[in-house]
Nanobody, 125 residues
Framework: QVQLVESGGGSVQAGGSLRLSCVAS????????MGWFRQAPGKERDFVAV????????DYADSVKGRFTISRDSAKNTVSLQMNSLKPEDTAVYYC??????????????????WGQGTQVTVSS
């Protein structure tokens, strides 16, 4: 059984930065694509970023491109999301997810088998 645990969320003013981390346990995910999604109150869960198994290929939602950076350390079974120039519209619960059936990754949440519990990010204006 895989467990994903996110950390690093919090409250920050607009223009600030936060770094989210996700640690996987129970199984190595070195061959799995890893993604970040977010869900704001009353809205659906949206794709944020994904990184392939190698850590080389990445993809971002247009709304975060140029501000967020996803990275992974497969030796430590972790994936991170560096968030800069945060905006109030980035406020959401952020979820880490693993897609062990894909080495490239996808924007589609239904393809991910494992999810963390989420970490709250609040950006004030």
């Amino acid at each position: 059984q895989v467990q994903l645990v996110e950390s690093g969320g919090g409250s920050v003013q607009a223009g600030g930065s936060l770094r989210l981390s996700c640690v996987a346990s129970g199984r190595t995910l070195s061959r799995a694509a890893m993604g970040w999604f977010r869900q704001a109150p009353g809205k659906e869960r949206d794709f944020v970023a994904v990184v392939d198994y190698s850590g080389v290929r990445t993809d971002y939602a247009d709304s975060v491109k140029g501000r967020f950076t996803i990275s992974r350390d497969s030796a430590k079974n972790t994936v991170s999301l560096q968030m800069n120039s945060l905006k109030p519209e980035d406020t959401a619960v952020y979820y880490c997810a693993a897609d062990p059936d894909s080495i490239i990754g996808t924007r589609r949440s239904e393809w991910y088998d494992y999810w963390g519990q989420g970490t709250q990010v609040t950006v004030s204006s």
